[in-house]
T-cell receptor
Framework: QKEVEQDPGPLSVPEGAIVSLNCTYS??????FMWYRQYSRKGPELLMY????GNKEDGRFTAQVDKSSKYISLFIRDSQPSDSATYLC?????????????FGKGTKLSVIP | DSGVTQTPKHLITATGQRVTLRCSPR?????VYWYQQSLDQGLQFLIQ???????AKGNILERFSAQQFPDLHSELNLSSLELGDSALYFC??????????FGQGTRLTVV
């Protein structure tokens, strides 16, 4: 079993739809959770950063972490064609001064005008 | 723009050769991480440096090495290159926690 599982999609939605992206993980030591957006052949861009369980909202984006279920989600409201990209979840246990990230393989999202 | 600069953007080289990838972190960030992204493996952690010292190692091959200099820029050296080393190599910097900011990557093609 991989440490982080993420459905690769592709996911295609109409403009204005609510998008739900998810990851599950197996390592209970993970306590830092991130979502990155990656456009084709570009560097990952940090969207959301959450420590431990709970919700975090930033504009049209909401990140949720449920550590008891080892499940994290990213919701995108009022999706736009410019949101079309690959979304990567990432996690870290931290500790000993190292916060190396373990990534999901990414979900490719297309928002159709 | 994340503030992390990587050079070169593209690199084409032959098998058996050696290349050096360079990364300048965001101003003030002491941690530098290197990641490899391939189509089949996704983003994989290679190695981390913190203020000039190696802090953590991931799935980094013995043919690969890295260092961080006093001005905090970092270099990733890849030697005895094989076709399978073709990938995107990313550098990320962090102020000291998990909030990592990625550069635009170096696309390495080994022919």
């Amino acid at each position: 079993q991989k440490e982080v599982e993420q459905d690769p999609g592709p996911l295609s939605v109409p403009e204005g739809a609510i998008v739900s992206l998810n990851c599950t993980y197996s390592n209970s030591a993970f306590q830092y959770f991130m979502w990155y957006r990656q456009y084709s052949r570009k560097g990952p861009e940090l969207l959301m950063y959450t420590y431990s369980s709970g919700n975090k909202e930033d504009g049209r984006f909401t990140a949720q972490v449920d550590k008891s279920s080892k499940y994290i989600s990213l919701f995108i409201r009022d999706s736009q064609p410019s949101d079309s990209a690959t979304y990567l979840c990432a996690m870290s246990a931290g500790g000993a001064g190292s916060y190396q990230l373990t990534f999901g393989k990414g979900t490719k999202l297309s928002v159709i005008p | 723009d994340s503030g992390v600069t990587q050079t070169p953007k593209h690199l084409i080289t032959a098998t058996g050769q050696r290349v050096t990838l360079r990364c300048s972190p965001r101003s003030g960030d002491l941690s530098v991480y290197w990641y490899q992204q391939s189509l089949d493996q996704g983003l994989q952690f290679l190695i981390q440096y913190y203020n000039g010292e190696e802090r953590a190692k991931g799935n980094i091959l013995e043919r690969f090495s890295a260092q961080q200099f006093p001005d905090l820029h970092s270099e990733l050296n890849l030697s005895s290159l094989e076709l399978g080393d073709s990938a995107l190599y990313f550098c990320a910097s962090s102020p000291g926690d998990s909030e990592a900011f990625f550069g635009q990557g170096t696309r390495l093609t080994v022919v």
